[in-house]
Every structure is written in structure tokens, then in C-alpha cells.
């Protein structure tokens, strides 16, 4: 094989081998925000609870470290229990894996819950406020199935009475849910959504960034469905940013074209040592 060819080989290789720098990554790996141990609240989450008099919230956390470990929530009467926390992502996947006992919900309210847009409201001394959440482009997991909150479109058949990973994606203005697939195969496109949503613009008191989930429904009995309240065990919760993977970028042509100037300099300087010899 001719030097020429050689070298001009090596140049190919070294451009292709620093053009696939800008292949497209997740800007962090998935990442567990809760891990069904003690408590949200404990491990950065703002909760809103509010429990008025013939109400019940009943939190039992789990402490002995075994992989089966859950936190059980249980609300009653016109009890709220929201928790909520900022990202710092513009897309997104968040899901929660878990297990339904008991849940009810109607048109823009939830007894459980996840919400991939929320609010949070802070006192003027900056002490946590309350949490207000997207009531129509929220998940609602009822008891036999999931639909958006707003009750608008299809709802998807399941049984929530065992444990699942419901997860949410939102990027570039769609939302898709997804049941126990994995985040890489959402990212991949792989996976096929159970709810679709495009073009979603968040509702004013909501912001891209914070989400929430729980019992965010205070409604009672002079609803016709009373009580909207729930019970559930959450093993975990998981989110990824997806602000790095919605595009993907091309192989920057000034570095392509600087190595192979760097290439021809060294075919150059090899030739030219070639001939005074």
C-alpha cells in the first residue's frame, strides 16, 4: 500500500473517531429521586399536606433497607398530601413506581397522582408554601386504569393493584406516558406510549421543571364523587433529563476539516522526507 494511502487513512480515521464525540447523550443518567426508604421530604421533596378535622393522612415510611422496602400513603375526608420538587430540566422523564390499594378521582382532581408540571409557592421569608399542579396534563392512576386529568382522550385499561412504573416524558411540547418500559428505550423510541399529548402548552400556574405527585384534591362530599382521596405504596421514583438528546448534532465541519489539514501536513512532511533521501 502506497504512504499516501496509509496516511490518508489514518486522517479518515482520526476525523471519524472525533466526529462520534457528537453523537447525542442524556445530559445525566436516570437517576432514583426517592427510593421507597423513609421519606420524600427527607431526600429534597417540598411536601403540601393538609389534614382538616374527619380527614386522615397516614404516612408509614420503611427503614430496614431491604430492596422490598415501600412508603405507604393513605388519605381520607378532604385530606391533600402533595409532594413536589424542582428538576432543573426543560424535558424530561419522571415515573413512579408503584402499587394502588385504594383511589379516586374526577375531572381535574386526583386521589394519587403525577403531575410533570407544578408550581411551588413560597412565603415571602422564603419558608415552602403549597404546590400548584398542571389539573388538566397530569397523570391520573385510578384503580383500573390511568388517564390525563382533565379526563379529555382515551384512558388505558390496567391493574393498578400491582406494582408498576408509570413514567412521563416531555419533550419538545409532547407528552407520552409510558407502563414499565425502561428509560432507554423511551429515549431510543422504542417504546410505545399508552397516552399521547402534543403540543402541550402548561397551564398558567404551572411551570417546565418541577413535578409533583400524591393527593393534590380537596373535594368533598358535596362532590358526586366524594372524598377524592387514595392509598397506595411507592417503592421509587426516577427521572432523567432529556435536554441534551433532543436534537441530534452534526459533526462540527471545522474539526473535520482541521484534522484533515493536519493529515495533508503530514503527507507533505513524509513525501518531502522521502525525496531527500
Not at 38 to 58: D, F, K, M, R, Y
Request: hydrophobic letters at 40%; charged letters at 15%; a negative charge.
Amino acid at each position: 500500500m502506497k504512504l499516501t494511502q496509509k496516511l490518508g487513512i489514518a486522517s479518515a480515521g482520526l476525523v471519524l473517531g472525533c466526529a462520534s464525540v457528537g453523537l447525542p447523550s442524556a445530559a445525566q443518567a436516570a437517576t432514583f429521586l426517592f427510593d421507597g426508604t423513609g421519606t420524600p421530604e427527607a431526600v429534597g421533596w417540598q411536601l403540601e399536606s393538609s389534614e382538616p378535622p374527619n380527614s386522615t393522612i397516614t404516612v408509614t415510611p420503611q427503614f430496614s433497607g431491604r430492596p422490598s422496602d415501600v412508603l405507604s400513603v393513605s388519605t381520607t375526608g378532604t385530606a391533600v398530601n402533595l409532594y413536589s420538587r424542582n428538576i432543573n430540566a426543560n424535558n424530561y422523564i419522571i415515573s413512579l413506581g408503584v402499587k394502588v390499594l385504594r383511589s379516586s378521582f374526577n375531572s381535574f382532581d386526583y386521589g394519587l397522582g403525577l403531575s410533570p408540571f407544578a408550581q411551588q409557592i413560597f412565603f415571602p421569608n422564603g419558608n415552602y408554601s403549597f404546590s400548584e399542579v398542571d389539573r388538566a396534563n397530569s397523570l391520573t392512576i385510578g384503580e383500573k386504569s390511568i388517564q390525563w386529568s382533565d379526563l379529555v382522550g382515551d384512558s388505558f385499561a390496567i391493574d393498578t393493584s400491582v406494582f408498576h412504573e408509570y413514567a412521563i416524558s416531555y419533550i419538545d411540547g409532547n407528552l407520552n406516558v409510558y407502563v414499565d418500559n425502561s428509560f432507554d428505550d423511551i429515549i431510543a423510541g422504542t417504546a410505545t406510549p399508552v397516552l399521547t399529548r402534543t403540543g402541550v402548552t402548561p397551564q398558567n400556574e404551572s411551570v417546565v421543571g418541577t413535578v409533583a405527585f400524591g393527593d393534590q384534591s380537596n373535594d368533598s362530599i358535596s362532590f358526586d364523587n366524594c372524598c377524592v382521596n387514595s392509598a397506595y405504596q411507592l417503592d421509587f421514583i426516577r427521572f432523567q433529563s432529556l435536554d441534551n438528546v433532543t436534537s441530534v448534532p452534526e459533526p462540527s465541519t471545522n474539526l473535520a476539516l482541521a484534522f484533515f489539514a493536519f493529515g495533508g501536513l503530514l503527507i507533505n512532511k513524509k513525501l518531502a522526507s522521502s525525496r531527500r533521501r
